[in-house]
């Protein structure tokens, strides 16, 4: 079994502040989807990247694929409190329809 | 508009009876999948559907049954619920794991 960890597993900072939070597999996967998840609801897709090393920037949320296809980190600049939420990582296997999903980091914005 | 609807949004069952959740889209997207999120685990797939009456097991379906008899629906059914099944369940859509899934606003089962 693949396993996808995220760290930290809780982070609350003030707003405008910039963060990082990362997401690692144990093996090498196809692609991987971040999600961001507000309280009684559903997850939402951010992005999906898909090369080695790829860079997506979203306003102020930045996502990057490592290199060897085995981590992911997701970067926030100047957090705001709509930023606030439960962020996930997901990772595709090749020729698999499915998605194994990470952890989470449960993310809190102070005003 | 959702595309997606999950019924009902909470229950509240007892130890031993039969539950069934229901998972509607509108988007005729072909695969539909059942995932139960909980603290310090995540989300965890129960089971999917890649078709009509086509279904298969997740990592977690011990206690669980699913059927697909339209395109629209995928009911899941806990046989005999128990307590170790409190959870929030979330049905999701997809037509391929690009550009990704879909998700319901989730069913939140509380077993007593």
């Known amino acids: 079994t693949q396993l996808l960890e995220q760290s930290p597993q809780f982070l609350s900072i003030q707003e405008g502040e910039n963060l990082t939070v990362y997401c690692n597999s144990s093996s090498v996967f196809s692609s991987l989807q971040w999600y961001r998840q507000e309280p009684g609801e559903g997850p939402v897709l951010l992005v999906t990247v898909v090369t080695g090393g790829e860079v997506k920037k979203l306003k102020r949320l930045t996502f990057q694929f490592g290199d060897a296809r085995k981590d992911s980190s997701l970067h926030i600049t100047a957090a705001q409190p709509g930023d606030t939420g439960l962020y996930l990582c997901?990772?595709?296997?090749?020729?698999?329809?499915?998605?194994?999903f990470g952890t989470g980091t449960r993310l809190t914005i102070i005003p | 508009d959702a595309g997606i609807t999950q019924s009902p949004r909470h229950k509240v069952t007892e130890t031993g009876t039969p539950v069934t959740l229901r998972c509607h889209q509108t988007?005729?997207?072909?695969?539909m999948y059942w995932y139960r999120q909980d603290p310090g685990h995540g989300l965890r797939l129960i089971h999917y559907s890649y078709g009509v009456k086509d279904t298969d097991k997740g990592e977690v379906s011990d206690g669980y049954s699913v059927s697909r008899s339209k395109t629209e629906d995928f009911l899941l059914t806990l046989e005999s619920a128990t307590s170790s099944q409190t959870s929030v369940y979330f049905c999701?859509?997809?037509?391929?794991?690009?550009?990704?899934?879909?998700f319901g606003s989730g069913t939140r089962l509380t077993v007593v």
């Open positions: 988007e005729n997207h072909r695969y």
């Open positions: 999701a859509i997809s037509e391929s794991s690009f550009p990704g899934y879909t």
């Open positions: 997901a990772l595709i296997n090749f020729g698999n329809e499915k998605l194994t």
